[in-house]
């Protein structure tokens, strides 16, 4: 299966910036979607942002124009510069992956164990 490692949390005030780096490995064929989901304590895991494999991207209202996500395809990693941070972007971050392992297969989703992000002020 792939696995996803997530790497970059950690504690920043209220204004500051944090980038986020997610290294998908194992047999890959193809990535159709990877991005970037969050879990806050006592919600549900919401869409942060994600990148497709044709370029497209799609972000959460609430963070357009603060965060960016971008993507290594040579290296299988994407990333997600977040700016401006405030206290509502405390949460566990959690890297997501849609591949294919081989040239005739299903699509599969994958996830990362998650990296916290705590916002203060």
């Known amino acids: 299966q792939v696995q996803l490692v997530e790497s970059g949390g950690g504690l920043v005030q209220a204004g500051g910036s944090l980038r986020l780096s997610c290294a998908a490995s194992g047999t890959i064929f193809s990535i159709n979607v990877m991005g970037w989901y969050r879990q806050a304590p006592g919600k549900q895991r919401e869409l942060v942002a994600v990148t497709t494999s044709g370029g497209g991207t799609n972000y959460a209202d609430s963070v357009k124009g603060r965060f960016t996500i971008s993507r290594d395809n040579a290296k299988n990693t994407v990333y997600l510069q977040m700016n401006s941070l405030n206290v509502d972007d405390t949460a566990d971050y959690y890297c997501?992956?849609?591949?294919?392992?081989?040239?005739?297969?299903?699509?599969?989703?994958?996830w990362g164990k998650g990296t916290l992000v705590t916002v203060a002020s």
């Open positions: 997501y992956c849609a591949a294919r392992r081989r040239v005739i297969s299903d699509v599969i989703g994958y």
